[in-house]
């Protein structure tokens, strides 16, 4: 086996993402999508305009969707795991809130609970060489921003877990930032060394593709990185309209008084006026030009009467579902059943094209 894998070129990838984007439109149906979240806490404003609501749009297409709670995941780099349980329930919560709907063409469900997806983890490890994933940006980047001084094997062969759970359930389309792209391609180059090698004659699986987000990152409130929940710069969803107004009013502009829109500049008013522009579909520019000279305290004000406005309803559903725990866990058992019935067909495809059936 080869140690040199190629990732392509961005503009590819970008080439191949418009014409998916395109074709799902006619033809959902020819799309299974993989996409999820670690449980490591609730889920901000970031994440409903970065991801939750292209899950909601892709599953109301007719798009077949899988998303996977990557709780085994959390093990790779955090010490606490008591939280999984409770912060999986909050993801799912979460997902519903947004617009998800569970059905026999989406799926939510916990990765621990579908042991046959693992199982293909170990054929997986035999297909990529320690000098690939130790050369994959994207394991490097984690590794340096977990801060770990001891880096443990579940760290190095996340990207193969990843794999697993594309491969499963024989995604072949991805929802990914710039930055997931070596993930993807080491899934592709194992679904494509699995065939090569096992199933020449009739492959098991696809070569995922994937379909880059066109959704803006929100910095956080702090206007120097990117929104989180770890960083303490977020605006959870589950936040009151009181909460969610004390944190904006602390939120980090300049010290012009005329607004305007200037990402490179002003990134900090140039974000909350991007956050107002995705609550009321004004162009951040005419925002700016609305508030004028009327200073930050105007823009905040704005902002917060257009974001809690906005997700109103999210929070009114939210607070529904917190009181009924009996419908998540229903819906997590059902997710982990439909999905296991795919991960037993497809695990016992990959016996067979090993040679190890009974």
């Known amino acids: 086996m080869s140690d040199q894998m190629s990732y392509g070129t961005f503009e590819a990838a970008q080439e191949k993402s418009k014409a998916i984007e395109a074709d ?38 007719g798009v077949h969707t899988f998303i996977v709670i990557a709780d085994y995941q959390v093990l790779t780099d955090r010490e606490t795991f008591e939280a999984i349980a409770e912060n999986t329930r909050q993801l799912t919560i979460d997902y519903l809130a947004a617009g998800i709907v569970p059905n026999e063409r989406t799926h939510i469900f916990p990765h621990s609970h579908v042991p046959e997806l693992n199982q293909l983890l170990l054929p997986f490890l035999t297909l990529v060489t320690n000098a690939e994933l130790n050369r994959n940006p994207t394991v490097k980047e984690e590794i340096a921003a977990s801060g770990m001084k001891n880096i443990t094997a579940g760290m190095y062969t996340y990207p193969v877990h990843q794999a697993a759970d594309i491969l499963f359930c024989k995604g072949n389309t991805v929802p990914v930032g710039k930055d997931q792209l070596p993930h993807l391609e080491l899934t592709r180059v194992i679904a494509r060394r699995f065939n090569e090698r096992f199933a020449s004659g009739m492959p098991v699986f696809p070569e995922p593709q994937a379909l880059l987000s066109a959704a803006p990152t929100l910095l956080g409130l702090d206007g120097g990185q990117k929104m989180s929940k770890s960083r303490n710069n977020a605006i959870m969803l589950c936040a009151t309209e009181e909460e969610t107004a004390s944190l904006i009013k602390k939120a980090k502009t300049d010290s012009e008084r005329l607004i305007t829109y200037d990402p490179e500049k002003r990134p900090e008013v140039a974000n909350l006026l991007l956050i107002i522009s995705l609550c009321t579909g004004e162009k951040p520019e005419a925002i700016a030009a609305r508030i004028g000279d009327q200073g930050s305290g105007a823009l905040k004000r704005l902002l917060t009467e257009s974001l809690n406005e906005y997700i109103k309803p999210l929070r009114a559903e939210r607070r529904r579902l917190e009181a009924d725990p009996a419908y998540i866990r229903s819906v997590l058992k059902a997710g982990i059943e439909s999905s296991r019935a795919i991960a037993v067909d497809t695990l016992a495809e990959v016996r067979a094209a090993m040679h190890m059936e009974l």
């Open 24 to 61: 799902i439109h006619t033809h959902p149906e020819r799309y299974r999508v993989l996409t999820g979240d670690r449980p490591t806490g609730k889920l901000h404003i970031g994440h409903l305009f970065g991801s939750l609501q292209n899950r909601v749009r892709l599953s109301r297409l």
